[in-house]
C-alpha cells in the first residue's frame, strides 16, 4: 500500500503546479450531488487524514458544496462542515487528489 502512495505521489507530484490554482479559482466544475457516495468517502478521508496529521478529533457532518477537476487523477475541492470537541461546527476546505482506489490530501484549511 505504502509503494502505491509513494508511486501516486511521484505520479501527481507534477500536477501540483497545474492545480495551485485550483482551490478557489474557479476551476472544475460543480458537484451537483455532493451527498453521493464517492464524494461522502472523498471528504471523510479528507477529515481522517487531517485528524490523523493535526491530531484534531473533527467529525463529519456534511459537504456543503464541491467542485471536481479531471486530469490525470480527479482534483476534489470540497467544503465540509465537521464537528470539533466542543461541538461546534466549522467549514473546511479540502482538496483531495484521488486516482482509483488511491487518495493524497493536498490542503485542509478552515474558512
Not at 4 to 25: A, D, K, M, N, T
Not at 85 to 95: L, M, P
Not at 97 to 103: A, P, T, V
Request: charged residues 20%.
Amino acid at each position: 500500500m505504502m509503494k502505491s502512495l509513494i508511486c501516486l505521489s511521484l505520479i501527481l507530484l507534477p500536477l501540483i503546479s497545474v492545480v495551485e490554482g485550483f482551490p478557489g479559482h474557479g476551476h472544475g466544475v460543480l458537484i451537483k450531488d455532493v451527498s453521493a457516495p464517492n464524494v461522502k468517502e472523498v471528504a471523510k478521508y479528507a477529515i481522517d487524514e487531517h485528524n490523523s496529521e493535526s491530531n484534531e478529533n473533527l467529525v463529519f457532518v456534511e459537504i456543503i458544496e464541491g467542485k471536481r477537476q479531471l486530469l490525470s487523477a480527479i482534483i476534489y475541492d470540497l467544503i465540509i462542515a465537521a464537528k470539533n470537541n466542543g461541538g461546534a461546527t466549522k467549514h473546511y476546505e479540502a482538496v483531495v487528489m484521488e486516482s482509483g482506489r488511491d487518495k493524497i490530501l493536498y490542503s485542509f484549511n478552515a474558512v
